[in-house]
């Protein structure tokens, strides 16, 4: 910039004007006329010029500025949707009570504490709220114990929050199940203000974009794993040995503990129910090729299980 303006500045020189011209000549005039003009000409230059300058200065400074903030931003967007959906997120027990003392039946409608404490924990998964009457959706084989129990000694505890970050527990009543599509829903009785997952739609997933599971794996409540959709309409098996067509591939980890518990878009919006993954052999662990059944399908499906019991499918 200063070689701009010394190149200006040398390039035009003052003419030099005698005293004894009057000022009302008007051909004594055109020589400052000229000069002036060129004065102001040079002065409108260097301020555009300086402008232009200070423009760009400010407009990459800006963008600077941006970038270095983004993944600030990006992680308080995390933080904000886990924040959002984990209340609405659910651990679940399965329990094998000891055989009932002369006088205790196991049908009965809750579990005594000494019960409890003494019931061999047989597994543990995840689930979400389905709605404000307390009904909760999960895996099939989550419950898959309770749902074929015939001793009446298998029973689900349900742990969750309430709207208000109250914390509490309950024993989960099965409602209804669909092994064709793993899917199944508890429901706790009792008055609580409940906060339903946000549901989305699976219809319009891309691979690549965004996604988050939320669950417990190996009993560590409110896990959130992190990850993109990998892929779609893949093909996994079901617990009944037929096949669940449009399963979500995603990369964020899901383990033993996760199975029903909701996989989320950026919005927060449940868009896949979580329910297995490829491991290595012999060791447990998730290897990154994880599904979820989307939640197109879990929409279909669920007000079945709820008002009847059983899928659409065994109705007919």
């Not at 989550?142 to 509490?168: N, S």
């Not at 964020?252 to 199975?259: D, E, L, T, V, W």
């Amino acid at each position: 910039m200063v070689v701009v303006l010394g190149s200006i500045h040398h390039q035009f020189i003052p003419l030099k004007i005698s005293a004894n011209i009057s000022p009302s000549s008007s051909s004594g005039n055109k020589p400052q006329r000229l000069f002036l003009t060129r004065r102001n000409s040079s002065i409108l230059a260097t301020s555009t010029i300086l402008s232009s300058f200070l423009h760009l200065a400010s407009f990459q400074l800006a963008n600077a500025r941006e970038e270095a903030e983004a993944p600030q931003r990006q992680e308080e967007r995390v933080v904000q949707v886990f924040e959002e959906a984990s209340p609405s997120v659910v651990f679940i027990k399965d329990l094998e009570l000891v055989k009932t003392s002369p006088g205790r039946s196991t049908n009965e409608e809750t579990l005594t504490k000494e019960e409890e404490e003494n019931a061999k924990v047989e597994g543990t998964g995840s689930g979400f709220i389905w709605d404000k009457s307390g009904h909760i959706v999960t895996n099939y084989h989550v419950i898959a114990k309770l749902a074929t129990d015939t001793t009446g000694l298998q029973r689900c505890k349900v742990f969750l929050e309430d709207a208000h970050g109250e914390k509490f527990s309950k024993e989960g009543k099965l409602v209804g199940f669909d092994p064709t599509y793993d899917l199944a829903v508890l429901k706790i009785e009792g008055n609580f203000d409940l906060k339903p997952a946000l549901l989305g739609t699976s219809g319009d997933l891309r691979v690549g974009q965004n996604c988050f599971a939320i669950g417990n794996p190996y009993g560590y409540e409110n896990t959130l794993t992190t990850g993109v959709v990998s892929g779609l309409a893949r093909e996994i098996p079901s617990p009944n040995g037929s096949s669940i067509r449009g399963a979500i591939q995603t990369d964020a980890a899901i383990n033993a503990g996760n199975s029903g518990g909701p996989l989320i878009n950026s919005y927060g919006h449940v868009i896949g129910v979580n329910t297995s993954t490829f491991t290595r052999k012999g060791s447990g662990q998730s290897s990154g090729v994880n599904f979820a059944i989307p939640i197109d399908t879990v929409v279909r499906t669920v007000p079945y299980l709820i008002v009847y019991g059983t899928p659409y499918s065994n109705r007919y």
